[in-house]
């Protein structure tokens, strides 16, 4: 995949998925953007659906590709410690799409 926009395509082709939210996130390689900044782009990307939005948690599934999937298994740990009444999402994808050399 080429970008965001591959993935958000397959997923709506592939799935029964009605809509794809694909948050930018600071990225930890940058020298303002410590952690726990990916973790609190996560976090308030999800309040926006689930408060802003009013989309009930049960119809959101969580996915990311390599490092986002490590960022998807940091924000429900986040919800299973406690982490504000978020709501627990139906599912989490993790993937990772390799390289070929």
Same mark, same amino acid.
């Given at each position: 995949?080429?970008?965001?926009?591959?993935?958000?395509?397959?997923?709506?082709?592939?799935?029964?998925?009605?809509?794809?939210?694909?948050?930018?996130?600071? *990225?930890?390689?940058? #020298? /303002?953007?410590?952690?726990?900044?990916?973790?609190?782009? @996560?976090?308030?990307?999800? +309040?926006?659906?689930?408060?802003?939005?009013?989309?009930?948690?049960?119809?959101?599934?969580?996915?990311?590709?390599?490092?986002?999937?490590?960022?998807?298994?940091?924000? *429900?740990?986040?919800? #299973? /410690?406690?982490?504000?009444?978020?709501?627990?999402?139906? @599912?989490?994808?993790?993937? +990772?799409?390799?390289?070929?050399?």
């Amino acid at each position: 995949m080429k970008d965001g926009a591959d993935a958000a395509a397959m997923v709506l082709k592939e799935t029964g998925a009605s809509h794809v939210f694909m948050p930018q996130y600071r *990225l930890s390689c940058n #020298a /303002d953007c410590q952690f726990p900044a990916a973790l609190q782009d @996560a976090v308030t990307a999800y +309040y926006y659906l689930t408060k802003v939005m009013q989309i009930s948690s049960s119809r959101i599934i969580l996915s990311g590709d390599s490092a986002g999937g490590n960022l998807v298994l940091s924000l *429900l740990r986040y919800m #299973a /410690d406690g982490g504000g009444e978020l709501g627990t999402p139906r @599912a989490a994808w993790l993937w +990772y799409v390799g390289c070929s050399f």
